[in-house]
């Protein structure tokens, strides 16, 4: 379980969050925070595994929340949801060492696939032993120019996220299974399992059943 602390000045704002990420399997509200003083005390008590941090906070903003944690030797990951647009706050919070920066207003769907994010970089780092320069790159979010592109209409989080689970199924499974593992349309899950087997980084064995067609199903490969 993904413990996870929610900073926001708005009271409701704070509240909506908390009901976005406890919607998302595997992750759960250790504790709010409405301040920056607020966050340092709740992280020190608390120790979550994620924050939400909003910038705009009422003693201090949520660069500088960051800033403290990190000096203060709390390595937890930190995810920005704030409407601060400039350039330079984005810069910032990279530099603070954040996963990712979400501008408000967003989607319930937008944070539930950078928590999901968040969770299938965790599965992929507690698998590694030894790190591959493509394990680092899919870490880092790094893919040079001509390297490992997506076709349109496939997004790197996602397909992050299918590669996760067939990780977690070394057994093979559907696309059906694959889709209630990621909470994803069938649809969805099957489009990213047949790239993955026309790329080489799965294989299809079909099973077959009764009557109808055979049900095909992914195994991932290496």
Do not use: W
Not at 52 to 61: G, I, N, S, T
Not at 89 to 112: D, E, V
């Amino acid at each position: 379980m993904t413990n996870v602390l929610v900073v926001d000045d708005d009271f409701m704002v704070a509240k909506l969050h908390c009901r976005y990420v406890s919607a998302v399997e595997g992750f759960t509200v250790s504790g709010v925070a409405h301040s920056g003083a607020e966050a340092l005390r709740a992280a020190e008590r608390l120790r979550p595994d994620l924050v939400l941090l909003d910038v705009f906070l009422p003693d201090m903003d949520g660069i500088r929340v960051l800033r403290e944690l990190r000096a203060a030797g709390l390595g937890m990951d930190a995810l920005f949801i704030t409407a601060a647009r400039d350039v330079g706050t984005i810069r910032s919070a990279l530099r603070a060492g954040a996963l990712h920066y979400l501008i408000k207003p967003f989607t319930q769907a937008a944070l539930h696939e950078q928590l999901r994010h968040v969770a299938s970089l965790h599965t992929r780092l507690d698998d590694l032993a030894e790190a591959r320069q493509e394990d680092v790159d899919q870490i880092f979010g790094t893919r040079p120019r001509g390297s490992r592109e997506l076709p349109k209409g496939l997004a790197a989080h996602t397909a992050d996220l299918v590669d996760s689970i067939l990780r977690a199924h070394p057994e093979g499974l559907s696309a059906t299974e694959c889709a209630e593992a990621g909470a994803l349309s069938r649809v969805s899950a099957r489009r990213y399992l047949e790239y993955f087997a026309q790329t080489g980084r799965a294989e299809i064995t079909l099973r077959y059943g009764g009557t109808g067609r055979p049900e095909r199903r992914y195994r991932r490969l290496g």
